[in-house]
């Protein structure tokens, strides 16, 4: 979990080769004679005394942790008057602390700056009291009162712009905390702070944490959650809850996203590499159910052919029998079993055991007779195998796309040839576009999808109609910095590969559409990207395409919840003849803390 990241001698590698590097800067100038906290935390985010020593610090301890990332934290009950420095500060004592909470101290020790997983994650970095020596004053004393967040508190700008002479990096800034919700958290890192009753926007996730808003009419959407819409809208409400009780102690609740933190929950404002500014609750609130169920997607009419992508989260036959049957009834019922369904993460035979197996026929096997067994249709399957290690994902898994069609709605094209390295090509048959091999590969050798799912291109025909299906899984957002990086805007590398992903897609698309201008042509899969990314717009360059989820109201364009932020990374992309549809996002899993894949299917119908 967040709280877990070990602290170890490294840590002050890592600040040398950020401070050599200007991640990181101090004054030599600052005195560390009597300093109280807030002189520690100065009025930017990094230490005017980073690397000095410092002696007799007072204040009161207001958490300790015990696990994870051992120490505590304490504040000075007797503020200054400057809103930019933080009266609290975290002592990392390595060891279980022999501090209580109300435990009236004086700390001596070193003043680090340690950056949750590394200089090159991009993240801010945590002021801190390192090789601490403790004197306890006295106990029992009252815990200073708590800041409340709230909506009213926190800015509605989200970050300050790093400059080019800083290589877009904020850590040099003076923090401006009632413009900048960054800065704002930021002037209360390690302090006792609050919020009040406040809905989750987030579900628990297996690390024990959640996410609530304290700005419920940020850009809400009807089923609870905070909509993500735009790289300059990040939703400034979001705070991340973990607590400081060990698990073992007392279980942390169980949320799904529209829930409602009832009461008060209260403790230090820490910050992780998971999520940021984070509230280490020392005072829980209540769970109150919001009574949000998963969604089903009505049935398609008889002239209508459904088509539907659905990333179901490294499937192989080691997983039990209960997800299989979970995402079967899901396809039957959920998805009201669409006549087309394009499947992402389809691992192959044997999981993430790596040995060479390719083949995912019995994960596929398994899964068809799932479905049946919850009433679907007989499903038919097509894919092609990739080469054993090269498309990513999970080590060992080699994870795939796989069409499942009903033979009782659609036929399917084969045209035989396809293999994981040789390209179908757009080709005429009878005036239609069609495909030159069907199962077959996009572009498989394009430097584009090294190390990365290539897309699977297959041809079917409903009631007589051709449609070109195109199922896809672009490269994930690995590498990519978060919202709260130092960096702002945050370096979003991953999105150079999509990129190239989305241009070559964008080519093959043109090239059917110049044989057919009416060609019925379906993009679909986890894109891996927003409906507002470039990686869309190259996808759609010169009107080859529309993302069909755009034809939602904005509150309800999303698939996927990260920190708070429900988004989109699944799609539908239509070619301009299917301009006559109707879409769905199907919530079923990704607002919920049990989740049978983290990814919402798609469906799209339409009459061909």
């Not at 009780?245 to 929950?265: H, Y």
């Not at 498989?444 to 409903?462: C, D, Y």
């Amino acid at each position: 979990m967040p709280s877990s990241v070990p602290r170890t001698a490294a840590i002050s590698a890592v600040v040398a080769a950020a401070l050599a590097a200007g991640l990181l800067v101090g004054s030599s100038s600052a005195s560390a004679a009597e300093v109280r906290i807030h002189g520690i935390q100065g009025s930017g985010r990094i230490s005017p005394l980073v690397g000095t020593a410092v002696a007799d610090v007072p204040g009161i301890v207001t958490g300790v942790r015990t696990y994870g990332s051992r120490g505590f934290w304490f504040q000075d009950p007797n503020p200054d008057k400057d809103a930019a420095t933080s009266e609290g500060i975290f002592v990392f004592t390595n060891a279980v602390p022999t501090v209580a909470v109300g435990d009236s101290i004086k700390v001596s020790g070193t003043v680090t700056e340690y950056i949750p997983g590394g200089a090159a994650s991009g993240n801010q970095s945590l002021t801190q009291i390192s090789s601490p020596k403790i004197t306890v004053v006295s106990s029992g004393n009252k815990v200073p009162a708590p800041v409340t967040i709230s909506a009213k508190s926190v800015p509605a700008a989200y970050a300050p712009n790093g400059t080019a002479a800083t290589g877009n990096s904020i850590n040099g800034l003076p923090l401006k905390p009632r413009s900048y919700a960054l800065d704002y958290y930021e002037s209360l890192e390690g302090m006792n702070v609050r919020v009040g009753t406040s809905r989750v926007v987030g579900a628990t996730d297996p690390y024990s944490e959640l996410w609530v808003t304290v700005k419920p009419s940020e850009n809400a959407n009807r089923r609870g959650g905070t909509v993500y819409g735009g790289y300059d809208d990040q939703n400034t409400g979001r705070l991340q809850i973990q607590q400081l009780a060990p698990i073992a102690e007392q279980p942390f609740p169980k949320a799904d996203v529209g829930d409602v933190l009832s009461g008060d929950t209260e403790g230090p404002l820490d910050f992780n590499q998971f999520g940021g500014y984070t509230l280490t609750a020392r005072t829980l609130g209540e769970v109150t159910g919001g009574g949000a169920e998963p969604e089903t997607t009505r049935v398609q009419r008889g002239d209508e052919l459904a088509v539907a992508t659905y990333n179901v989260e490294n499937l192989d036959p080691s997983d039990p029998q209960e997800k299989f049957d979970a995402l079967a009834g899901a396809v039957v019922s959920s998805l009201s079993s669409p006549d087309i369904l394009a499947l992402e993460e389809i691992q192959d035979d044997n999981g993430a055991k790596d040995d060479g197996i390719v083949s995912a026929d019995a994960t596929i096997a398994k899964f068809k007779a799932a479905i049946v067994a919850a009433g679907g249709p007989a499903y038919e399957a097509r894919t092609i195998d990739p080469e054993n290690k090269t498309d990513g994902g999970e080590p060992g898994g080699n994870i795939r796309q796989v069409f499942l069609f009903n033979p009782e709605r659609v036929s399917f094209t084969d045209r035989a040839g396809g293999d994981a390295t040789t390209a179908t090509e757009a080709v005429s048959k009878g005036g239609d576009a069609a495909l030159s091999l069907s199962p077959g590969r996009i572009d498989p050798t394009n430097a584009a999808w090294e190390n990365s799912r290539k897309p699977l291109a297959g041809e079917f025909t409903f009631r007589g109609e051709p449609v070109i299906v195109i199922a896809n899984h672009f490269a994930s957002k690995g590498g990519d910095e978060s919202l709260v990086s130092h960096h702002q805007p945050p370096n979003r590398i991953s999105e150079a590969q999509r990129h190239l992903q989305a241009k070559s897609v964008n080519t093959f698309v043109k090239d059917l559409l110049a044989i057919q201008r009416k060609a019925n042509v379906l993009v679909v899969g986890d894109i891996n990207d927003f409906e507002f990314s470039a990686t869309t717009k190259t996808l759609t360059a010169d009107g080859a395409l529309y993302p069909a989820i755009k034809s939602l109201p904005a509150p309800e364009r999303y698939s996927y919840v990260y920190q708070g932020n429900s988004q989109v990374l699944d799609q539908i992309l239509t070619s301009p003849s299917i301009d006559d549809f109707d879409y769905d996002s199907v919530h079923i899993n990704a607002e919920f803390a049990d989740q049978n894949s983290d990814h919402d299917p798609q469906v799209l119908r339409f009459r061909p």
